[in-house]
């Protein structure tokens, strides 16, 4: 039957007969997962005894025979006999080259054109007023509103002029206490999160009634929703000035009734065919002559929508190979491009061209991106979430010599070369770290996810009277279920959903799930895959949970969790953990090394491993943080020796003279925070390192927090060989003077330094220091009073914010002579990139 759907997929047109047979087989592959999954349930219930006695198990095998004679195999020949006869079924499949060619991964979005709608805004930004200003974007979804305002906040005329600027994502399930909190965070590094609604708001109120700044509120979809945040905003400061795009012209009249909102034009020819170019080439004007003229054409018929140009462009870079093939390649996406924008209706069109795209993706790729449906509007996702949650549905198949998550890695990159999902931030190894996709391309999976096509997933959306938008009695029939606001009213109706495999939650609020309210979720999910619901708070660990065997991925929050229980071994499918606690350490009492799935445990607590049993379990774990320092012993790291991420928390003292950690060969990722509790962390620095050689052998990434160590000691770091990223937070090292002598950080490509009281920053000795240093990141370094000139030189990135000015002024130096050098453009794309937080200059 799964192989049946995985040929099926790769048919270029499908009648509806076809699309019928498609969804039978489909709901027949559930059917018999369930029945299967309902019998391994039965059977872990109770005793040998009792399972062997149950009466359920003769109508259980009763229901395995019946679907088995009744429904798979006449399904199975009427599918193979119509598979057969249809012409649809004759169409070559779809080819899915791999090609090196394709565009690098960057967070940078290529923005193209639009200097002139650019240069408006920032004009009006710059106008003198009598009270806060309000200036809009507006236009259709896909047209790049947020990529004008993007590039009006980089812009170096708004950076100069504007010494506070804020950007806030605010979307249709906006939450006023969370925009609250984004603009304070610029202000402020207390922490605001248990203040209500009114003391934030006054709070900002009060930060924002004087001074200059900017504020770009991203996305805004309703008057209420303007209204709200408006009552924050201090009508009085005459220097302030707000940004806001969105999609509706109401808001913007709303948002200032004395200045018309500006309505964002299309593209012209030439910067469509500009930007198709940017997508499939990376650069322009290299386009082999041979394809030019079909590139404008398809160009053009993109209408100068963006989006639909960065789609179509994510298939034609999938198409690149000899000119002659690719050529043909470009001609058939042209034919399919006329075909599929012919609707008048320009969001239809839109949907048409993400269809095109959607139907060109190889089958394994196709759950991984409609799965992207799931999160909220403009929810910036964690790549790593993003990596095990596929890899717990079963989406990601295994191939030999490479592990699940490099394949899931290689997954979101391919979604990401096809301009499906856009990146956000990236990791200092050049990882994806964080990603979304676009409105369109959101409800786009969400519709082809949903009951009536694939069954994949399905968003239920309550209204604020706790009523459910959808047809709550169809929950019965879904295998996954999102519900991001008013879960609790979702779970008083106590809901039957026998055939959910997961429950996922991402609430920009917290929730408060009460105790009693608990079994609801046992009773409503008993085949229960994925839970994953971090903004429910939890009063204490619930224990029932441990009921629900098949579970794969869990992630839990809760103020005071302190211990996870013993039965949390009895779900011995689990691969990964996530417990979110304000508690400084999580006791467990399971062996979780005994639980031979588990893959990952991720926590911010202290983990204190109360049972160190006997066997080889361990052998699967990958992902450890936090561990307490009191376990991180010999015997806890031979039964977990592929340890790739490790995390420890606590009195960091007892690790000086530990020898153990030298014994996790494959540990590439270390973080180690120091936490005194019950004394300050800076009453009780660090007096040194480990010696390298006590260092894992190939540890590529470190991290070090609260270590207040003494400068000095750089030079043990210095000399481990294989450590490409090293960030330093939160005083990790303190002292004026750090002198660096040469001959060490051979393979270091990223440094970070957070919150320290360095001064002097200085190089000596003969040699080369740092010779592979490409990227440089200061934070909060403010009395630094400049970077070595000749270190800078070597740098492609120098990030810096809130530090002196001075500092920054070199810099901008340093900068200068770069363009003076080598021009503008090969400083800008290829030599230098310098990054400085609005305010400090």
């Excluded at 750089?714 to 990223?725: I, K, S, Y």
């Excluded at 909060?780 to 001075?806: A, I, S």
């Amino acid at each position: 039957m799964k192989s049946f759907l995985e040929d099926s997929a790769s048919k270029r047109v499908k009648s509806e007969l076809f699309k019928t047979l498609e969804k039978q087989i489909r709901e027949i592959v559930y059917t018999a997962e369930d029945t299967i999954d309902t019998c391994v349930s039965q059977a872990a219930a109770g005793s040998w005894f009792k399972r062997n006695l149950n009466p359920n198990r003769l109508s259980l095998a009763k229901e395995v025979q019946s679907l088995r004679e009744e429904k798979v195999k006449p399904a199975f020949e009427d599918a193979r006999m119509k598979f057969a006869t249809l012409q649809v079924a004759d169409a070559p499949p779809l080819q899915d080259t791999s090609d090196p060619r394709k565009i690098s991964l960057t967070a940078d979005k290529k923005i193209v054109g639009l200097d002139d709608e650019a240069d408006k805004i920032i004009k009006y930004l710059n106008e003198d007023s009598k009270e806060l200003e309000v200036v809009s974007i507006i236009g259709m979804p896909g047209l790049g509103k947020t990529t004008l305002a993007l590039k009006i906040y980089r812009d170096s005329r708004i950076q100069y002029e504007f010494p506070t600027i804020i950007w806030v994502y605010v979307s249709e399930e906006y939450n006023k206490k969370d925009i609250f909190l984004t603009i304070l965070r610029k202000f402020t590094q207390q922490d605001m999160s248990r203040k209500s609604e009114e003391e934030l708001a006054q709070q900002v109120k009060e930060y924002l009634s004087t001074g200059k700044f900017l504020i770009i509120m991203d996305d805004v979809w309703t008057v209420d929703a303007w209204d709200q945040i408006e009552a924050a905003l201090p009508k009085s400061n005459i220097y302030g000035k707000i940004l806001i795009t969105s999609r509706y012209e109401t808001v913007a009249w709303r948002a200032n009734r004395e200045r018309l909102p500006h309505k964002l034009r299309f593209l012209n020819e030439d910067e469509s065919w500009q930007l198709l170019q940017l997508e499939v080439f990376g650069k322009e004007g290299v386009c082999p002559p041979e394809l030019e003229i079909t590139g404008k054409l398809i160009a053009e018929q993109c209408d100068g929508l963006p989006l639909a140009i960065v789609v179509i462009g994510g298939i034609l870079v999938d198409k690149l190979s000899s000119v002659s093939d690719t050529k043909m390649e470009w001609k058939k996406v042209s034919d399919s491009v006329q075909t599929y924008i012919s609707n008048d209706d320009k969001n239809r069109r839109m949907e048409n061209i993400i269809s095109l795209s959607y139907n060109k993706l190889p089958y394994e790729l196709r759950d991984c991106f409609l799965y992207l449906g799931m999160f909220p509007e403009d929810y910036e996702i964690p790549a790593w979430k993003l990596i095990h949650l596929w890899i717990a549905e079963g989406f990601v198949k295994q191939k030999p010599g490479k592990s699940l998550e490099d394949i899931a890695e290689e997954n979101l990159k391919e979604l990401v070369n096809r301009n499906l999902v856009m990146v956000d931030k990236m990791k200092a190894e050049g990882e994806v770290k964080t990603c979304h996709v676009h409105d369109m391309i959101r409800e786009f999976c969400k519709r082809e996810a949903a009951l009536k096509n694939q069954n994949l997933f399905e968003e239920i959306k309550m209204s604020k009277d706790g009523v459910s938008e959808s047809n709550i009695s169809e929950v019965q029939k879904f295998r996954r279920l999102c519900v991001h606001s008013y879960v609790v009213d979702f779970f008083l109706k106590k809901p039957k959903a026998p055939k959910v495999r997961s429950f996922w939650c991402f609430s920009k609020a917290d929730i408060t799930l009460a105790l009693e309210h608990i079994p609801f979720i046992i009773d409503t999910f008993n085949l229960l895959r994925v839970f994953d619901v971090n903004p429910i708070r939890f009063k204490r660990f619930p224990t029932k949970i441990t009921q629900l065997i098949h579970l794969r991925y869990i992630a839990l929050s809760g103020d005071d969790f302190k211990v996870l229980p013993k039965d949390i071994s009895n779900l011995w499918n689990l691969q990964t953990i996530i417990i979110n606690t304000k508690s400084r350490t999580l006791e467990i009492k399971a062996d979780i090394l005994k639980m031979m799935q588990l893959r990952h445990l991720k926590t911010k607590a202290a983990v204190i491993l109360t049972k160190e049993g006997k066997g080889e379990a361990g052998v699967n774990l990958r992902t450890l943080t936090r561990l307490s320092p009191q376990c991180c012993t010999k015997q806890v790291f031979d039964r977990a020796p592929y340890l790739k991420t490790l995390g420890i928390r606590g009195q960091l003292l007892t690790l000086l003279d530990n020898r153990s950690l030298a014994n996790l060969g494959r540990l590439e990722k270390l973080k180690l925070v120091n936490d005194a509790f019950p004394r300050v962390a800076s009453e009780n620095p660090l007096q040194g390192l480990p010696q390298p050689d006590r260092f894992p052998p190939n540890l590529r990434i470190l991290t070090l927090s609260s270590t207040f160590l003494d400068w000095k000691n750089m030079f043990v770091l210095g000399m481990l060989n294989a450590l490409e990223v090293l960030k330093l937070k939160e005083n990790a090292f303190m002292g004026k003077c750090w002198d660096v002598v040469a001959g060490g950080f051979n393979s270091l490509e990223f440094l970070y330094i957070a919150r320290t009281d360095l001064q002097f920053w200085t190089l000596s000795g003969r040699g080369d220091h740092f010779p592979k240093l490409r990227c440089l990141v200061l934070k909060n370094c403010e009395k630094l009073h400049e970077v070595p000139t000749c270190l800078v030189e070597k740098l492609q990135t120098l990030d810096m914010e809130r530090v002196t000015k001075h500092a920054v002024a070199a810099a901008r130096k340093i900068e200068q002579e770069k363009q003076m050098k080598y021009g503008e453009q090969s400083t800008r794309r290829g030599g230098f990139k310098l990054i400085i937080a609005p305010g400090d200059e």
